[in-house]
């Protein structure tokens, strides 16, 4: 792993400018509990000066960015690609120190961001309206035009890919971005922004600005002169940010996570069904929004099935993300505590520990590792059935029939994603027809890959969709042009 030798600005980015705050936050490595660095601490005053530069740039006030044409927008998303890959080994070191995440997650997450940035670079200019046919002395069309100033909150977990994400697809659209990353890992993000202005964005196209929830986040999501907001996060702050943006006609983008289940039929693949499980739940620690949390398995084939996926669990080792284990740490402390606490109500309830990891032999002490475990002897409706733990914890249950696979699917709020593993067509297509979630995979599990895919929820995982083209339309408005010719 290069040496993190060389940390990102300590300031915030506004209108083309690093700007020092009055005061600073730490960051901490997970692995080791203790502060590497330092960040930035915006307050209102910040969000602010961000949304007025963000606000010229779009009107031309600021630099020339709203002459920029779709082509050139384009080519300048294709450029910054190439400058993210150039950049890989620091980005990926800092990605993996800040999230405490395995080395070869943050070097993928690395390389997913910039694929973003070349898949929007790719498809700003081709994004368009369409004729309407109407009365015959009439022309008619849709025209898709940027909101104008974006406001992005992203969260700890992936941030070099949530940053990608937003950033590239709201940019490839013509709009300005203020961005609002978490306090727990945002150092890949501040790396990024300092190598986009590098390569010539022009100044307030993306502005960053680094700070607690409560006051930068909260200042940002209620502010008069954003025009959208995309937000990714727990519910409740998801509750909070779409009430305060209502209050100015704003309209929201929420993803917010998920409870999302993996369903294994007697007749499925059960070797690719397996290796497709544990990947789903350990990646990242299992701190993932669309991890596959719940196994539901049919029961004629669970006995072997569990026996083999106990024998997996047991063999996983936690350790600091450069030593590459399967798993990293959790990301704090307060997200540790809380896990342990629901892990404990959960042993208290009756619930067994069929198998679990182990802390890799000379794993750092003070990280905030918690083991990956195997839950069964569920009672029907507990809390870890339908709560998003977000930690390495696999909550299982078994079914008989297709019926109850799907009842025990949809028996959550959350509606992220779904596996459903089996060789019948047609149980497939009757399954993913009648699955509440976003996303569907049949015989994989795409966990948050697929940067082309539209991905989303229903219900309490959020509405609005990212990445794609979806994701690109859902960063304009469109406008209806009727031209009466006679
Ligand atoms: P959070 O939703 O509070 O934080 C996400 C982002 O929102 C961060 O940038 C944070 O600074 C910002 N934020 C917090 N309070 C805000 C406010 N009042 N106004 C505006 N912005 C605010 O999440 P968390 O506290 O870091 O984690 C708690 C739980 O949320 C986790 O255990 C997990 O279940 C869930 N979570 C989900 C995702 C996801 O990808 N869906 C990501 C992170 C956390």
Request: aromatic residues 6%; negative net charge; contains cysteine.
């Amino acid at each position: 792993m290069p040496a993190l030798t060389d940390m990102p600005r300590r300031e915030a980015l506004i209108g083309g400018d690093w700007v020092a705050t009055l005061e600073t936050l730490p960051v901490e490595a997970p692995a080791r509990g203790e502060a590497i660095t330092r960040i930035a601490r915006g307050q209102a005053e910040e969000v602010d000066a961000a949304v007025r530069a963000a606000g010229d740039a779009f009107a031309g006030r600021l630099g020339d960015w709203s002459r920029w044409s779709a082509r050139r927008r384009g080519e300048w998303l294709l450029a910054f690609a190439t400058a993210i890959e150039a950049d890989h080994a620091r980005l990926a070191a800092l990605e993996c120190a800040d999230t405490g995440k395995p080395l070869s997650q943050a070097r993928g997450d690395i390389a997913a961001c910039a694929r973003y940035f070349r898949f929007y670079g790719g498809a700003a200019d081709k994004l368009h309206g369409e004729t309407i046919p109407f009365e015959t002395d009439f022309a008619v069309m849709t025209w898709r035009e940027p909101y104008g100033v974006c406001a992005q909150i992203i969260p700890w977990n992936y941030p070099a890919q949530i940053f990608g994400r937003c950033v590239a697809a709201a940019l490839a659209a013509g709009n300005s971005v203020v961005l609002k990353p978490a306090e727990e890992a945002c150092l890949s993000v501040l790396r990024l922004a300092e190598l986009a202005t590098r390569a010539g964005l022009p100044p307030g196209v993306l502005n960053v600005v680094p700070g607690l929830g409560r006051e930068a986040g909260a200042a940002l999501a209620a502010h008069p002169r954003i025009d959208h907001l995309s937000f990714t996060g727990s519910p409740e702050t998801g509750t909070r940010v779409a009430k305060a943006a209502a209050e100015h006609h704003v309209p929201v983008t929420l993803e917010l996570g998920g409870k999302s289940p993996q369903i294994v039929f007697a007749d499925a693949d059960l070797e690719s069904a397996l290796a497709a499980v544990v990947r789903g739940i350990i990646q990242n620690a299992g701190q993932t929004c669309s991890a596959g949390s719940r196994l539901l398995v049919q029961r004629e084939v669970a006995e072997p099935l569990l026996a083999r996926l106990a024998e997996r669990f047991s063999a996983l080792r936690c350790d600091a993300g450069e030593a590459d284990a399967d798993c990293g740490p959790l990301i704090s402390a307060r997200q540790k505590a809380g896990l342990e606490a629901r892990l404990e109500a959960a042993r208290a309830d009756g619930i067994r520990v069929l198998a679990q990891g182990q802390l890799a032999e000379g794993a750092p002490a003070g990280g905030h590792f918690v083991v990956p475990q195997l839950l069964t002897d569920i009672p029907a409706g507990h809390a870890v059935l339908r709560e998003e733990l977000f930690g390495p914890v696999l909550a299982v249950q078994g079914f008989d029939d297709e019926a109850e696979a799907l009842s025990l699917a949809n028996a959550t709020d959350f509606g992220l994603c779904a596996g459903i593993w089996t060789r019948d067509g047609g149980r497939q297509l009757r399954l993913a027809k009648g699955i509440r979630s976003g996303q569907v995979f049949v015989n994989d599990y795409g966990a948050a890959g697929g940067i082309e895919l539209p991905f989303g929820g229903v219900g309490r995982s959020g509405h609005g969709r990212e990445k794609g083209f979806e994701g690109l339309r859902s960063y304009t408005r469109l406008k209806t042009l009727a031209i009466r010719h006679g």
